[in-house]
């Protein structure tokens, strides 16, 4: 599971404790946490409580936000690599699915940026948003508006998956991961 989410605690306790929940399922459910690499912030929350409940952690950091981000020396595997465009495409290749927790500009670019790829064909992994506290609301409306004016249309938002419960939305891009693996299988 790749996790966007913010190199920085955010304003309300919440999104901390769902970042340490999202972890906490990860490593509870056997699973891989794919991520930024960062120590501070969500970031640092959610790779802490998947390692915890006995995931493996994949952290991904450029060379240039390895003391910006405090690199998470912990993880499983820790890639440092040159540049952004590296730190993504890795990301997006050892991800079975992705997910957008509370975060800045970065967590932004790089949920639109799978969301992107996936309606271009690129790939066809669930890409999940987990709207905390409401926090997405209002790109949530904005991208309806996007709808109405025909910039974006229905099947483009059908491909992400939206939800305020954590546990509700990962099972969900979990079940949707397995159905597109096998899909693809049945293909070959």
């Avoid at 999202?22 to 929350?45: D, F, K, P, S, T």
């Avoid at 997910?99 to 992107?116: D, N, R, S």
């Avoid at 483009?156 to 954590?166: E, G, K, N, P």
Wanted: aromatic share 8%.
């Amino acid at each position: 599971m790749c996790v966007y989410c913010g190199s920085r605690p955010g304003a309300q306790p919440a999104y901390a404790e769902v970042a340490g929940l999202v972890g906490r399922w990860i490593g509870a459910h056997g699973g891989q946490l794919v991520y930024g690499g960062g120590l501070n912030g969500l970031m640092g929350v959610v790779a802490n409580a998947t390692l915890a409940a006995g995931g493996t952690v994949v952290g991904v950091i450029p060379k240039a936000l390895v003391e910006k981000e405090w690199a998470h020396r912990g993880c499983t595997e820790l890639h440092v690599v040159d540049t952004m465009h590296k730190r993504k495409r890795l990301m997006a290749e050892r991800a079975d699915a992705f997910i957008a927790l509370p975060g800045g500009i970065g967590t932004f670019e790089e949920f639109f940026e799978v969301w992107t790829w996936r309606q271009l064909g690129y790939h066809d992994k669930p890409v999940g948003l987990l709207n905390v506290g409401g926090i997405y609301d209002g790109l949530l409306a904005f991208l309806r508006t996007t709808v109405e004016q025909q910039f974006v249309n229905d099947w483009q938002m059908d491909l992400i998956r939206v939800d305020s419960d954590a546990e509700r939305l990962l099972e969900s891009l979990v079940n949707d991961a397995g159905v597109a693996v096998a899909t693809r299988l049945d293909q070959i």
